[in-house]
Protein backbone atom coordinates (compact mmCIF):
# COMPACT_ATOMS: atom_id res chain seq x y z
CA UNK A 1 0.00 0.00 0.00
CA UNK A 2 1.26 3.39 -0.88
CA UNK A 3 1.07 5.63 1.99
CA UNK A 4 0.99 9.96 1.67
CA UNK A 5 1.62 11.71 4.99
CA UNK A 6 0.65 14.95 4.50
CA UNK A 7 1.33 18.29 7.48
CA UNK A 8 0.45 19.90 8.99
CA UNK A 9 -2.73 18.60 9.61
CA UNK A 10 -4.20 22.08 10.57
CA UNK A 11 -3.20 25.51 10.05
CA UNK A 12 -4.19 28.65 11.26
CA UNK A 13 -3.08 31.55 10.60
CA UNK A 14 -3.06 35.82 9.85
CA UNK A 15 -3.91 37.13 6.38
CA UNK A 16 -1.00 38.16 4.84
CA UNK A 17 1.03 34.95 5.83
CA UNK A 18 3.18 32.58 4.01
CA UNK A 19 2.36 28.86 4.52
CA UNK A 20 3.58 25.45 3.17
CA UNK A 21 2.19 21.85 2.77
CA UNK A 22 3.96 18.93 2.90
CA UNK A 23 3.32 15.63 1.33
CA UNK A 24 5.76 13.08 2.06
CA UNK A 25 5.93 9.16 1.14
CA UNK A 26 8.13 6.54 0.60
CA UNK A 27 7.04 5.43 -2.84
CA UNK A 28 7.19 6.85 -6.09
CA UNK A 29 4.22 8.40 -7.79
CA UNK A 30 4.45 9.02 -11.78
CA UNK A 31 1.84 11.95 -11.07
CA UNK A 32 1.06 14.36 -7.88
CA UNK A 33 -2.08 16.49 -7.64
CA UNK A 34 -3.47 19.17 -5.00
CA UNK A 35 -7.05 20.03 -4.32
CA UNK A 36 -8.94 22.18 -2.49
CA UNK A 37 -12.26 21.19 -1.29
CA UNK A 38 -14.84 23.68 0.28
CA UNK A 39 -17.11 22.02 3.00
CA UNK A 40 -20.57 19.72 1.29
CA UNK A 41 -18.62 20.09 -2.13
CA UNK A 42 -16.55 17.65 -4.01
CA UNK A 43 -12.60 18.16 -4.68
CA UNK A 44 -11.31 20.64 -6.83
CA UNK A 45 -7.97 20.40 -8.54
CA UNK A 46 -5.31 22.98 -8.40
CA UNK A 47 -2.57 21.49 -10.06
CA UNK A 48 -0.73 18.49 -11.38
CA UNK A 49 2.73 17.62 -11.10
CA UNK A 50 3.61 15.03 -13.12
CA UNK A 51 8.04 15.32 -14.08
CA UNK A 52 10.82 15.28 -10.83
CA UNK A 53 11.90 18.47 -9.91
CA UNK A 54 8.89 20.36 -11.78
CA UNK A 55 7.55 23.93 -10.09
CA UNK A 56 4.04 25.05 -11.21
CA UNK A 57 2.72 28.41 -10.07
CA UNK A 58 -0.96 29.09 -9.97
CA UNK A 59 -1.23 33.12 -8.67
CA UNK A 60 0.15 33.00 -5.21
CA UNK A 61 0.41 28.96 -4.78
CA UNK A 62 3.52 27.17 -5.56
CA UNK A 63 3.47 23.64 -6.26
CA UNK A 64 7.09 21.92 -6.43
CA UNK A 65 7.33 18.00 -7.17
CA UNK A 66 10.35 16.12 -5.72
CA UNK A 67 13.34 14.99 -7.95
CA UNK A 68 12.79 11.57 -7.00
CA UNK A 69 9.14 11.87 -7.39
CA UNK A 70 8.36 10.95 -3.64
CA UNK A 71 7.08 14.20 -2.18
CA UNK A 72 5.33 17.27 -3.14
CA UNK A 73 4.91 20.80 -1.31
CA UNK A 74 2.21 23.67 -1.78
CA UNK A 75 3.46 27.17 -0.76
CA UNK A 76 1.15 29.46 -0.91
CA UNK A 77 2.35 33.16 -0.08
CA UNK A 78 0.44 35.99 1.88
CA UNK A 79 -2.64 34.05 2.17
CA UNK A 80 -6.14 35.63 2.08
CA UNK A 81 -9.46 34.26 4.05
CA UNK A 82 -10.00 32.88 0.54
CA UNK A 83 -7.49 30.50 0.71
CA UNK A 84 -9.48 29.35 3.39
CA UNK A 85 -10.33 25.09 3.00
CA UNK A 86 -9.33 21.67 3.37
CA UNK A 87 -5.73 21.09 0.62
CA UNK A 88 -5.55 17.64 -0.16
CA UNK A 89 -2.16 16.29 -1.74
CA UNK A 90 -3.48 13.03 -3.83
CA UNK A 91 -0.73 10.89 -6.37
CA UNK A 92 -1.12 8.28 -8.87
CA UNK A 93 1.12 5.31 -8.50
CA UNK A 94 3.37 4.02 -10.96
CA UNK A 95 2.35 1.45 -13.13
CA UNK A 96 -1.83 2.24 -12.26
CA UNK A 97 -3.46 1.44 -15.38
CA UNK A 98 -6.92 2.61 -14.10
CA UNK A 99 -6.27 6.20 -12.81
CA UNK A 100 -6.61 5.09 -8.67
CA UNK A 101 -5.81 8.11 -6.43
CA UNK A 102 -3.95 7.84 -2.71
CA UNK A 103 -4.73 10.27 -0.84
CA UNK A 104 -3.28 12.29 1.75
CA UNK A 105 -5.01 12.82 5.39
CA UNK A 106 -5.30 16.34 4.45
CA UNK A 107 -4.66 20.08 5.71
CA UNK A 108 -7.14 22.05 7.02
CA UNK A 109 -5.94 25.91 6.08
CA UNK A 110 -8.15 28.57 8.36
CA UNK A 111 -6.75 32.28 7.49
CA UNK A 112 -7.84 35.00 8.97
CA UNK A 113 -8.72 38.47 8.44
CA UNK B 1 -13.61 20.22 -18.77
CA UNK B 2 -15.60 17.03 -17.86
CA UNK B 3 -18.27 16.87 -15.65
CA UNK B 4 -19.44 15.05 -12.89
CA UNK B 5 -22.83 14.52 -11.15
CA UNK B 6 -23.85 13.36 -8.46
CA UNK B 7 -27.83 12.15 -6.91
CA UNK B 8 -29.00 13.21 -5.06
CA UNK B 9 -27.15 15.88 -3.08
CA UNK B 10 -28.05 15.44 0.05
CA UNK B 11 -30.89 12.27 1.37
CA UNK B 12 -32.39 11.80 5.15
CA UNK B 13 -33.28 8.64 5.63
CA UNK B 14 -34.61 6.58 8.38
CA UNK B 15 -32.20 3.82 9.92
CA UNK B 16 -33.16 0.47 8.06
CA UNK B 17 -33.84 1.38 4.70
CA UNK B 18 -32.16 1.52 1.58
CA UNK B 19 -30.16 4.47 -0.02
CA UNK B 20 -28.89 4.92 -3.51
CA UNK B 21 -26.57 7.29 -5.38
CA UNK B 22 -26.37 8.07 -8.44
CA UNK B 23 -22.99 9.25 -9.90
CA UNK B 24 -22.58 9.88 -13.72
CA UNK B 25 -20.30 11.25 -15.63
CA UNK B 26 -22.18 13.95 -18.02
CA UNK B 27 -19.51 14.12 -21.20
CA UNK B 28 -16.93 10.94 -21.50
CA UNK B 29 -17.25 7.22 -20.79
CA UNK B 30 -15.93 6.00 -17.54
CA UNK B 31 -15.25 2.33 -17.22
CA UNK B 32 -13.65 3.19 -14.31
CA UNK B 33 -15.64 5.03 -11.21
CA UNK B 34 -14.06 5.32 -7.54
CA UNK B 35 -16.52 5.84 -4.38
CA UNK B 36 -14.76 7.76 -1.36
CA UNK B 37 -16.45 8.45 2.15
CA UNK B 38 -15.40 11.10 3.58
CA UNK B 39 -16.14 12.61 7.52
CA UNK B 40 -15.90 16.00 8.64
CA UNK B 41 -12.89 17.81 8.63
CA UNK B 42 -11.06 14.63 6.94
CA UNK B 43 -9.51 13.44 3.65
CA UNK B 44 -11.33 11.35 1.13
CA UNK B 45 -11.77 7.12 2.08
CA UNK B 46 -11.46 5.31 -0.87
CA UNK B 47 -14.27 2.81 -0.66
CA UNK B 48 -14.12 0.58 -4.09
CA UNK B 49 -13.03 0.66 -7.68
CA UNK B 50 -16.69 0.94 -9.82
CA UNK B 51 -15.78 -1.28 -12.79
CA UNK B 52 -17.91 -1.67 -15.81
CA UNK B 53 -19.54 -4.38 -16.56
CA UNK B 54 -17.83 -6.46 -14.00
CA UNK B 55 -17.26 -6.88 -9.95
CA UNK B 56 -16.80 -3.94 -8.00
CA UNK B 57 -13.63 -4.06 -6.00
CA UNK B 58 -13.58 -3.21 -2.36
CA UNK B 59 -11.04 -1.81 -0.23
CA UNK B 60 -10.11 -3.67 2.70
CA UNK B 61 -12.33 -3.21 5.58
CA UNK B 62 -15.37 -1.94 3.34
CA UNK B 63 -18.42 -4.41 3.66
CA UNK B 64 -19.39 -5.31 -0.10
CA UNK B 65 -22.55 -6.64 1.16
CA UNK B 66 -23.26 -3.33 2.89
CA UNK B 67 -22.06 -0.98 0.24
CA UNK B 68 -23.95 -2.18 -3.30
CA UNK B 69 -21.84 -1.00 -6.56
CA UNK B 70 -23.56 -1.31 -9.71
CA UNK B 71 -21.56 -0.08 -13.01
CA UNK B 72 -24.35 -1.00 -15.85
CA UNK B 73 -22.90 1.87 -18.26
CA UNK B 74 -20.14 3.82 -19.36
CA UNK B 75 -21.64 6.85 -17.54
CA UNK B 76 -23.61 5.58 -14.49
CA UNK B 77 -22.71 3.79 -11.43
CA UNK B 78 -24.59 3.32 -8.34
CA UNK B 79 -23.69 3.00 -4.34
CA UNK B 80 -26.60 1.70 -2.36
CA UNK B 81 -26.36 1.95 1.21
CA UNK B 82 -28.54 -1.23 2.26
CA UNK B 83 -30.28 -1.46 5.73
CA UNK B 84 -28.94 1.92 6.69
CA UNK B 85 -27.81 2.79 9.95
CA UNK B 86 -26.55 6.39 11.42
CA UNK B 87 -23.25 5.42 11.65
CA UNK B 88 -23.29 5.08 7.87
CA UNK B 89 -23.88 8.85 7.95
CA UNK B 90 -21.45 10.43 5.95
CA UNK B 91 -20.44 12.48 2.85
CA UNK B 92 -20.18 10.13 -0.16
CA UNK B 93 -17.94 11.47 -3.02
CA UNK B 94 -17.40 9.47 -6.61
CA UNK B 95 -14.73 10.24 -8.95
CA UNK B 96 -14.10 9.10 -12.69
CA UNK B 97 -10.50 9.38 -14.06
CA UNK B 98 -9.96 10.09 -18.11
CA UNK B 99 -6.24 9.66 -19.16
CA UNK B 100 -4.82 13.04 -20.45
CA UNK B 101 -1.87 12.65 -22.28
CA UNK B 102 0.78 10.91 -19.64
CA UNK B 103 -1.31 11.90 -16.57
CA UNK B 104 -5.02 11.33 -15.42
CA UNK B 105 -7.24 13.72 -14.94
CA UNK B 106 -9.57 12.51 -12.39
CA UNK B 107 -12.85 14.67 -12.22
CA UNK B 108 -15.09 14.36 -8.53
CA UNK B 109 -18.65 14.66 -8.50
CA UNK B 110 -20.05 17.13 -6.08
CA UNK B 111 -20.98 14.83 -3.12
CA UNK B 112 -23.93 13.28 -1.47
CA UNK B 113 -24.87 13.71 2.30
CA UNK B 114 -26.39 11.38 3.66
CA UNK B 115 -28.00 11.24 6.78
CA UNK B 116 -29.34 8.64 8.49
CA UNK B 117 -31.98 9.02 11.83
Known amino acids: TQLLEQSPQFLSIQEGENLTVYCNSSSVFSSLQWYRQEPGEGPVLLVT?????EVKKLKRLTFQFGDARKDSSLHITAAQPGDTGLYLCAGYAGGTSYGKLTFGQGTILTVHP | GAVVSQHPSWVICKSGTSVKIECRSL??????MFWYRQFPKKSLMLMATSNEGSKATYEQGVEKDKFLINHASLTLSTLTVTSAHPEDSSFYIC?????????????FGPGTRLTVT
Open chain 1, 49 to 53: VVTGG
Open chain 2, 27 to 32: DFQATT
Open chain 2, 95 to 107: SAPELSGLAYEQY
